[in-house]
């Protein structure tokens, strides 16, 4: 019936069983809505992604009117009948995404549902998986696609969380790890590569690019060249993963250069206002479905009012991450002309000629979030952050508000001392994530906090 339709049609998971375009999903009655929303529109009338995001996947008419998505506050969702429950749940266990009902708010949930297709259009993925948090995403993804004996090469360095999961759990679990450092050198990227599969069979790459706090980057192309060697040799060509935390999913798309997950702390840009945790794997159908089965299991899955708070997040990232970039820009420009600052890890400021190269091919933008060394020790790092009024001093990174850490101490406390100085996050290291307060006022903050 009509009445089914329309209902069925705010279901994305449902779509396919009525064989219709996946993207008609908001305005089944409009015929300029369906013109422009098939499988595949021409150039000029497809759709931006800061525009998808104020509908897709929601039809306001089959919720009252509501102009936003309500929040679902429910922990399990009725069967018409018996026959369709057994039906969903064949479906689910068969990992038939498409022939899904709703079940139960562990497997999913229609703000859950939402807020996966839009990331998913944002990222230029098939599809997206979101979580309690991100290392909600990294733990399960790796989980899911990593078994007992199999290695995992990896960058360094990587988040602190991220380091101390590898380090603390997963060694436990019989999967080993072997590490490179700069994600530029094609031959160290080689050797690393050719190490880690005397260790056992390689399954995944793990990246981070641009790193956190250092902004170091590393070159895709190498990392292709790296899976391909791999599975030459192997037979078996291993998961490229990447977080792309600090610039996603405005100034780098890594699915368009060969990465098969892109993760995310949604908790940071995405979600954007320091009110939520939350994270996200985006990548081809096959990998999230693997994923999703694991999240299903572990329960690691995002509660209905945070996977709404990212949908309101969604609407503004665009507008969020360029205006704080602007900012970032202007104040490491400052920076560069103070004594007593002696190095800045903005990636206008990395002046290596093959740095540059990578950034301007992988990057749009350089983001908002940097460090910089001042001269002295940690004592003079404390006494600069410990004399900031506007910046407030706290770990995470990517809200409207501006924040400042001390990395050494806190986020990547758990990394040996001797891989700290190999990555230069040093004594002296101050990050900053730059908001949204006028880049004037952050600016004279930092003059009276430097003693300038």
């Known amino acids: 019936s009509r009445s089914r339709l329309k209902r069925l049609l705010c279901l994305p998971r449902a779509r396919a069983e009525l064989d219709l375009p996946r993207k008609l999903t908001l305005w089944p009655d409009n015929l300029f809505w369906k013109q422009i929303m098939t499988d595949k529109p021409s150039a000029k009338d ?40 057994a039906a969903f749940f064949d479906a689910l266990r068969a990992k038939e995404r498409d022939k899904n009902g709703l079940i139960y708010s562990r497997f999913n949930h229609p703000n ?9 259009v944002y990222e230029h993925g098939q599809a997206a998986a979101v979580f309690s948090s991100g290392m909600s995403a990294i733990a399960t993804t790796i989980l899911a696609l990593v078994a007992q004996g199999e290695v995992i090469l990896r960058s360094q360095p990587l988040y602190g969380g991220t380091e ?48 956190n706090p250092t902004n170091t980057m590393i070159d895709f192309s190498h990392i292709e060249t790296a899976a391909s060697n791999i599975e030459s040799q192997q037979g078996y060509r291993p998961i ?130 940097f460090s910089f060394d001042v001269a002295g020790d940690r004592n003079n790092a404390f006494s600069v952050l410990n004399r900031l009024r506007l910046f407030k001093q706290a770990v995470s990174l990517g809200g409207t508000e501006s924040l ?15 891989l700290l100085d ?14 949204l307060e006028h880049p004037d006022d952050l600016i004279a903050d930092l003059a009276q906090a430097l003693e300038v």
Request: a negative charge; hydrophobic letters at 40%.
């Open 46 to 85: 497809a759709l931006h992604p800061e525009t998808l995001m104020m509908s897709h996947g929601y039809d306001p008419f089959l919720s009252e009117g509501a102009v936003k998505p309500p929040v679902f506050l429910t922990s399990t969702f009725a069967f018409k009948t018996a026959k369709d429950g």
């Open 112 to 120: 859950l549902q939402i807020a996966e297709e839009r990331l998913a």
């Open 164 to 211: 101390t999961l590898i380090t603390n759990v997963v060694s436990k679990l019989g999967i080993q790890t072997h590490s490179f450092v700069n994600g530029l050198d094609h031959g160290e990227i080689n050797d690393a590569a050719n190490q880690a599969m005397q260790l056992g069979r390689v399954a995944m790459i793990f990246l981070e690019t641009p790193s």
């Open 240 to 369: 490229v993963v990447c977080d792309n935390t600090l610039l996603g999913p405005i100034f780098q798309k890594p699915l368009d250069h060969g990465v098969d997950i892109v993760l995310y702390s949604l908790t940071k840009y995405i979600g954007g206002h320091s009110d939520l945790v939350a994270g996200a794997a985006i990548g081809t159908q096959s990998h999230v479905d693997t994923i999703r089965a694991a999240r299903s299991a572990f329960g690691t899955q995002l509660d209905p009012h945070s996977c709404w708070m990212i949908g309101r997040s969604l609407e503004t990232v665009n507008l969020r991450m360029e205006r704080a970039a602007q900012s970032a820009l202007k104040i490491a420009e400052y920076l560069s002309a103070l004594k007593n600052v002696t190095r800045i890890y903005h990636p206008s400021h990395i002046a290596d000629t093959g740095y540059q190269n990578v950034f301007t091919r992988q990057c749009t933008g350089a983001g908002s979030t």
């Open 404 to 418: 400042a850490c001390h990395p050494r101490s806190t986020t990547h406390s758990a990394i040996s001392a001797e």
């Open 422 to 435: 190999e990555l230069s996050v040093g004594e002296s290291l101050i990050r900053v994530s730059i908001g």
